[in-house]
């Protein structure tokens, strides 16, 4: 039977449900961006997550943030929507861009929590009033993670616009991932994708080059990688997959959902960012993947982890 427990995390709440028999589970604080600190399988942890709430505060390298309204680079902040235009500050200096939208400095609620012998599963709610001028548009988002005793997690998102128009939207997720001491020391695998060619603030260019150096499991290396990828359409169902040691991690997702993905090695070289995205990088101003919601409107997102 899975478990809950609750601790003090700072001001804030660490919620950790784990199964004792198999060691699996996750650990997690709503009350700053929902943010997924431990994703554990057979009771080894595979996440590089935050280890305290100063760290979850400084929020540095966006570890597990959820990516919402926008992931990635919006350049200069800037964008129009049905005839307005509107300015994100600037949170990305080096590249004079916003970046990661807002929600990861939200406070989630948690709305249900259920636990059998075979699953675990919390939901967290931000009820967004429109309050900020740079995104004046408020929606509903309930992002839903599940833990199974036979090893998958899983990370759903509903999205509800409550405005009197249609919205855009764009997600993501920034999980850090580590099965051995360095990410060197990985073997990486991507589906069959293009690499979306950017310009020195790390905006697109327009172009697509195809990418196959990791088409096949190999060793990450010394390899430096801060790009984002266009799934290829034969990818009705794709798999970004870390080998380290004798465990292997596989994020799956559906093109049609998350037809871009980011990898990350920072230059700490400690772990892999694999970051599923549902549009590519200032998707606010090339529209490439953006979401309309009508008013009044739905609109939902899925992924999945699975060790093997």
């Known amino acids: 039977m899975f478990e809950l427990t609750q601790t003090a995390f700072g001001k804030y709440r660490r919620y950790d449900l ?113 309050h900020h001028a740079w995104y004046p548009f408020p929606f509903v988002l309930e992002a839903t993670f599940v833990m199974t005793d036979r090893g998958a997690f899983s990370a759903s998102f509903f999205v509800r616009n409550r405005h009197h128009a249609a919205i855009p939207v764009g997600l993501g997720w920034h999980p850090y991932f580590r099965l051995t001491d360095r990410a060197d020391t990985h073997d990486l695998q991507l589906p069959a994708c293009s690499v979306v060619e950017i310009d020195a603030r790390m905006l697109p260019t327009g172009l697509r080059t195809p990418y196959t150096a990791f088409s096949q499991k190999k060793p990450l290396g010394d390899t430096v990688l801060d790009n984002c990828f266009h799934v290829e359409e034969s990818n009705t169902l794709f798999h970004l997959t870390l080998h380290g040691g004798v465990r292997t991690l596989s994020l799956a997702a559906s093109r049609d959902l998350f037809p871009y993905f980011q990898v990350f090695t920072p230059p700490h070289r400690e772990s892999i960012a694999l970051e599923p995205m549902t549009c590519n990088v200032n998707a606010f101003r090339n529209g490439e993947g953006l979401a309309t919601i009508p008013a009044g409107g739905d609109w939902a997102a899925a992924f999945l982890l699975e060790m093997r």
């Not at 589970?25 to 943010?35: E, W």
């Not at 200096?93 to 599963?121: K, L, P, Q, Y």
């Open 18 to 130: 784990h199964h004792p028999e198999s060691g699996n589970g996750f650990s997690m604080v709503p009350g700053l961006g929902a943010n997924v600190l431990e994703i554990r399988f057979g009771g080894d942890n595979v996440l590089d997550g935050y280890q305290s709430p100063e760290e979850l505060e400084a929020g540095q390298w966006g570890k597990s943030a959820l990516l919402f309204p926008f992931p990635n680079r919006l350049q200069d902040g800037q964008y129009s929507w049905l005839g307005q235009d509107y300015t994100f500050p600037i949170n990305n200096a080096a590249t004079n861009n916003a970046i990661h939208g807002f929600v990861r400095h939200e406070a989630f609620d948690v709305t249900r929590i259920e636990m059998t012998t075979e699953t675990a599963e919390i939901t967290c709610r931000l009820d967004y009033r429109g």
